[in-house]
């Protein structure tokens, strides 16, 4: 008899799911979901505003992205709201991951679990850690991943034909040639990220690092990280006295010859960067030895969010093969994809084997293993010493 009801409920269990995904579908029609997303490039504002026609077209859904510089005010305003005791919110979807994801979840921002509902999740190799843990938190299911990152260098070869693979290389070559080095301006994500790397490659214990962090270990584990930038400002770009303000930023100085290195947290982005013409076809892809920083990016719903329907249909569309493929094309965004390629169909998977690969940028099996993020703790203390070092000069 109990083996007879454990049949009996693998038969009913996907005809509920379905149901319930049918139900979601039908109270989706009609909404609009406020997506409130980074919106510094045109190329990611370009893909969500494709994803929206198709929304609009498929599922009767308007998708309006509201364009953020940071994401951690967008989490105020969520605050504000729960304080006001508003049930309907303004923020309906989140791009989010990190030390944001960290305060949503403590401060009980978030609705209730969802990935697990999402038709497309089978597509996620559960046993990859990267997909649910955000900066060494469980995500719980209260969000969804949606892409990969990770640090990247670039530099012109008709200038720089063997870039540094190495903190201490750069360190050397910028001895060599003053003024020539430099990152993005903390808290900027990509100069807080550069920031993270440092530490992960000096750090005397990076274990500790995934662990939340505390007064000794911060001390002890960054002691390193201070004195590789000590040793590198006075030789960096404006002597350390300015930074870029962002990864566009360095772009920008590194085809106006300004910058010999750039850096950016999506790997194919100097393929991009070729394509509409900010940087030279001579631009190359490079890393450190060893590894450098990845993590994952994700998808969020607000526990006030007024369109929660229409957020699950969005966040499932874009967990699709067909919009993860086509996120994944270095022509359109490159941003990698978190789907398993042995759990889709053949033609899904020629889809991606399909697409274009750039001289400019390196293969996932010449990237080097992902160092891990920190804790997320480590944020707001690495920041706020920062400034405390580097802006009073």
Known sequence: MRLLIALLMTLVAPLASADRWSQTLLEARGQTVYFNAWGGSEVINQYIARV????????????????????????????????????????????????????????????????????????????????????????????????????????????????????????????????RVSYPKPPNFHGTTFLKHVLLKTAPNPDVLAAPVTPTAFAEQTASLWNFLDRLHPVAWRQGRQFPDSAEGMMQLLADGELAIALSFNPNDAANQIAVGRLPETVRTHIHQGGTLGNTHFLAIPLNARARAAALVTINALLSPRWQADKANPEVWGDPTVLDMRRLDSDARAIFAALPISPAVLRADQLGPALPEPHASWTEPLEATWRARYLTQ
Do not use: C
């Open 52 to 179: 929206g026609q198709t929304l609009a077209s498929e599922y009767q859904i308007q998708l309006v992205h509201v364009k953020v510089d940071d994401i951690a005010a967008v989490i105020a305003r969520l605050d504000t709201e729960r304080r006001a005791r508003a049930s309907q919110g303004s923020t309906d979807l989140l791009w989010v991951n990190g030390e944001n994801f960290a305060r949503l979840k403590q401060e009980g921002l978030l609705g209730e679990p969802f990935v697990d509902a999402l038709p497309n999740a089978q597509f996620l190799d559960p046993n990859d850690v990267t997909l649910f843990n955000d900066f060494s938190i469980p995500t719980d299911g209260l969000e969804a991943p949606w892409g990969r990152a990770r640090l990247v260098f670039l530099h012109d070869t008709s200038v720089l034909p063997a870039p540094p693979t190495s903190l201490e290389e750069m360190l050397s070559f910028a001895l060599e040639n003053p003024g």
